[in-house]
Nanobody
C-alpha cells in the first residue's frame, strides 16, 4: 500500500502562485507514476498533470499547459505541483494520485486532497 498526503493548498489572489506537495509513504518504491487531479464544486474530478516516477516524461491538461509544473523528489518520496498565474476557475480540491507498476492503467492510490481557493 502507498499512502499519499497533500499539502500546500490555501487562499491565493488571482495571478498568484502556489506549490502543492504530495508526500508518499508506505510502499513508495512501488510507484510508477504520480498525478494531480482537481475537483471543483459541482464538477467531475479532472486531470491536471502527471509525471513518471523515473524519467522526465510529463503531461498536462490543456488548461494547465504553460502555467503548471509537475516535479518530484525521489529521495524525499514527494511530488510537487506548482501553478502560476492562478485564476478563480482554478479553485478546487486538488488530489494527488499514484499508479503502481503492476496496474499502469489506473490510479490506484489517492490522497485526501487539499483545497485551493483563488480570489478575484
Amino acid at each position: 500500500q502507498v499512502q499519499l498526503v497533500e499539502s500546500g493548498g490555501g487562499l491565493v489572489q488571482a495571478g498568484g502562485s502556489l506549490r502543492l506537495s504530495c508526500a508518499a509513504s508506505g510502499r513508495s518504491f512501488s510507484i510508477w507514476a504520480m498525478g494531480w487531479f482537481r475537483q471543483a464544486p459541482g464538477k467531475d474530478r479532472e486531470f491536471v498533470a502527471a509525471c513518471m516516477w523515473s524519467g522526465s516524461a510529463t503531461s498536462y491538461s490543456d488548461s494547465m499547459e504553460g502555467r503548471a509544473t509537475i516535479s518530484r523528489d525521489n529521495a524525499a518520496n514527494t511530488a510537487y505541483l506548482r501553478i502560476n498565474d492562478l485564476r478563480p476557475e482554478d479553485t478546487a480540491v486538488y488530489y494527488c494520485a499514484a499508479k503502481s507498476p503492476r496496474r499502469r492503467d489506473e490510479w490506484s492510490y489517492w490522497g485526501q486532497g487539499t483545497q485551493v481557493t483563488v480570489s478575484s
